[in-house]
């Protein structure tokens, strides 16, 4: 018996070029379904372009994206979120004067209010053994403790 995986996530041929750089040519990549994969490479090399493809920040020229199987054009990070795509820049994107909870809640449609969102993130943090309390200041927080609040 043969069983068939549709990729999570496909990109076909992404081309994106700046005036004076092609930052990425004709890139192709297959993420199966509970896979992780490393993009690395030098400086300049158009890993940081090609994620922010991905996440809609970034337009291609050229090529295609497929989630799920379906083709799609991912125009802005909201739409990346609501398809759970989600980003950890290399530079935190956190507002460390709030907590952690307001800026989980400002990254969200508001569709939920902060008590809401306070709710969700203790009970996510709980099931994946995480140690992170929503009332905390981010600027107390240690960089490995961003990078969960990140994710």
């Known amino acids: 018996m043969t069983t ?3 990729a999570r996530l496909q990109l076909k041929g992404i ?7 092609v930052a990425n040519s ?8 509970g896979e992780t994969h490393a993009v690395l490479g030098e400086n300049g ?3 940081s372009t090609l994620m922010k493809i991905i996440y809609g ?3 291609p020229d050229a090529g295609s994206v497929v989630f799920n199987g ?5 125009r802005n990070p909201q ?6 795509i989600s980003m950890v820049f290399q530079h935190f994107s956190l507002f460390d004067t709030i907590t952690v909870a307001e800026n989980v809640w400002l990254g969200l449609a508001r569709t939920l209010s902060l008590a809401e969102v306070t709710r969700s ?3 996510k943090a709980q099931e994946y053994g995480l140690d992170i309390d929503p009332a905390r200041p981010v600027h107390t927080l240690s960089v490995g403790e961003m990078q969960r609040v990140e994710i």
């Open 4 to 6: 068939t995986t549709t």
């Open 15 to 21: 081309t994106k070029r700046y005036p004076s750089v």
């Open 26 to 33: 004709e890139v192709s990549l297959t993420v199966m379904p």
């Open 45 to 47: 090399a158009g890993k």
């Open 57 to 59: 920040s970034v337009k």
């Open 70 to 74: 379906e083709p799609v054009h991912i």
């Open 79 to 84: 739409e990346a979120r609501a398809m759970g």
């Open 121 to 123: 993130i203790v009970s």
